[in-house]
């Protein structure tokens, strides 16, 4: 059994330290963030994540978990000190890196002994020789090992992403450090990748960096299908039966939003151009992937010409609904969430804004994050007398809702579909006027070569 400390208790932190607490190690999970520490030495939850909760009221009645917001509490004979802070975007573009310098200071401070340091946040290139520096000068008296262990979990599935890994990454100058970390992972049946330092690092913002890419590429595919006549989940249904290329992140919508695809993808553009290359395909999936939000609004728009207000153009004085407001289904996390945009092109175009979200609004209203949207608690009061619906989040009860009530609820029967739940022909048939990223209907239901407007 390993004493671990965990710096952070975000969606990384505090998943990594409650699985490890699982499988029988004693971990102590540390923020700064006294109001979160106490929530969860109440076994509350600060953050939607199916499973989690459960996992961190076994270990803590177990006493394998504990919280604190002392790094000299925490720091006792530790043996790991797991790094899972926020490395937020800065001005331009990079990751901040304040929170990585004061966790490696304050842990090293606190050490009684030789501690591995483990980097689990995404971090620059270099940054594990920078925490090895930082660790040594803050206490030159204590042995320092520096190991980056980049996490390769998705909210909304992190727990069992954990527990059932499809590789461990581990990075270090030491392999004897290494090894000591893979040891924490070998209850585990996956590949463990023992590499170096800078390699490490960048296993995880090239990972990141081509499913941003993979989402991009469908998008901009779905551009052409539209104006072609083709189906674009039928062209990547095709595309993935490929072994070559499978069927993963081929979903044409809305494009990635959350805490990670966004910031990676920046803080590796600006690596790359700092280091004198010219990273012309992160720039491109960058604008594809903001201008889809804009495409979105557009077309909105456009369907919205059939239903005219006397006097006004545009989006102007329309009430629009929002479903879903999460950057994905399975979290309540709103972080560079699609949502965000399209709320802000649509208040920007003189739009009121209305939404629903399964898990996302308890969030919202208590942080106070959407001022002037009207957030509410059941789709279908929601949508009652919007001009026009936009699904932002692919949420599977969105899928199941009853679409004539729906319809019946709203003014026009104007559905934006940015994430395509919906079967095209099935909504031309409800009587609703349809528009989903890259599915123009069949020819036989076009009364021209545009997008339909069927009659409410």
């Known amino acids: 059994?390993?004493?671990?400390?965990?710096?952070?208790?975000?969606?990384?932190?505090?998943?990594?330290?409650?699985?490890?607490a699982d499988l029988g190690n004693e971990v102590m999970c540390l923020d700064i963030d006294a109001d979160k520490i106490a929530m969860l030495r109440r076994g509350e939850m600060p953050i939607f994540e199916p499973g989690l909760g459960e996992l961190v009221n076994r270990n803590l009645k177990a006493k394998r978990l504990t919280f604190s917001?002392?790094?000299?509490?925490?720091?006792?004979?530790?043996?790991?000190?797991?790094?899972?802070?926020?490395?937020?975007?800065?001005?331009?573009?990079?990751?901040?890196?304040r929170q990585v310098r004061q966790a490696a200071d304050g842990l090293a401070k606190n050490a009684g002994k030789r501690l591995v340091v483990v980097n689990r946040s995404t971090v620059p290139i270099g940054t594990g020789d920078m925490v090895a520096s930082i660790a040594r000068r803050a206490n030159p008296n204590v042995s320092f090992s520096v190991v980056s262990n980049p996490e390769f979990t998705r909210e909304g599935s992190a727990v069992r992403d954990f527990q059932q890994p499809d590789r461990v990454v581990l990075g270090a100058t030491e392999r004897s450090a290494a090894e000591e970390v893979a040891e924490l992972y070998s209850s585990y049946d996956c590949?463990?990748?023992?590499?170096?330092?800078?390699?490490?690092?960048?296993?995880?913002?090239?990972?990141?960096?081509?499913?941003?890419?993979?989402?991009?590429?469908?998008?901009?595919?779905?551009?052409?299908?539209?104006?072609?006549?083709?189906?674009?989940?039928?062209?990547?249904?095709?595309?993935?039966?490929?072994?070559?290329?499978?069927?993963?992140y081929l979903d044409a919508g809305l494009?990635?939003?959350?805490?990670?695809?966004?910031?990676?993808?920046?803080?590796?553009?600006?690596?790359?151009?700092?280091?004198?290359c010219h990273p012309q395909l992160l720039r491109a999936v960058m604008d594809i992937n903001r201008d889809q939000r804009r495409v979105v609004v557009q077309r909105l728009r456009e369907l919205l010409d059939a239903f005219p207000l006397a006097g006004r153009r545009g989006l102007e004085g329309r009430t629009i609904g929002i479903l879903g407001l999460s950057f994905k289904p399975g979290t309540d996390d709103i972080r560079e969430a699609p949502s965000l945009e399209v709320i802000h092109l649509l208040e920007s175009e003189g739009a009121s804004v209305r939404a629903y979200d399964p898990a996302a609004i308890e969030r919202v209203r208590e942080e106070a994050l959407l001022p002037n949207v009207e957030l509410f608690d059941d789709p279908y009061a929601m949508a009652q007398d919007v001009d026009g619906l936009v699904v932002v989040t692919e949420w599977n009860e969105f899928k199941k809702l009853d679409m004539l009530r729906l319809k019946a609820a709203m003014r026009y029967p104007v559905l934006v579909d940015g994430?395509?739940?919906?079967?095209?022909i099935r909504m031309y048939e409800l009587g609703f006027s349809y528009w989903g990223v890259g599915r123009p209907l069949p020819r036989r239901f076009q009364v021209d070569d545009a997008v339909a407007h069927p009659a409410g």
């Not at 994430?419 to 095209?424: C, E, S, V």
Request: charged share 20%.
């Open 419 to 424: 994430r395509n739940i919906y079967d095209p």
């Open 191 to 248: 590949p463990i990748i023992i590499t170096d330092l800078n390699t490490a690092e960048m296993i995880k913002y090239a990972s990141n960096a081509f499913l941003a890419t993979r989402v991009a590429f469908i998008n901009e595919i779905a551009a052409v299908c539209e104006k072609v006549g083709a189906d674009v989940r039928e062209v990547a249904r095709g595309m993935g039966l490929d072994p070559r290329i499978g069927s993963s």
């Open 255 to 276: 494009g990635y939003g959350g805490s990670c695809l966004p910031k990676d993808v920046r803080a590796l553009e600006h690596m790359a151009a700092i280091h004198g």
């Open 69 to 97: 917001t002392s790094y000299e509490e925490s720091m006792k004979d530790a043996d790991f000190a797991y790094v899972a802070v926020n490395t937020p975007s800065g001005t331009g573009g990079e990751a901040d890196m």
């Open 1 to 20: 059994m390993a004493k671990i400390v965990v710096v952070g208790t975000g969606y990384v932190g505090l998943v990594t330290g409650t699985c490890f």
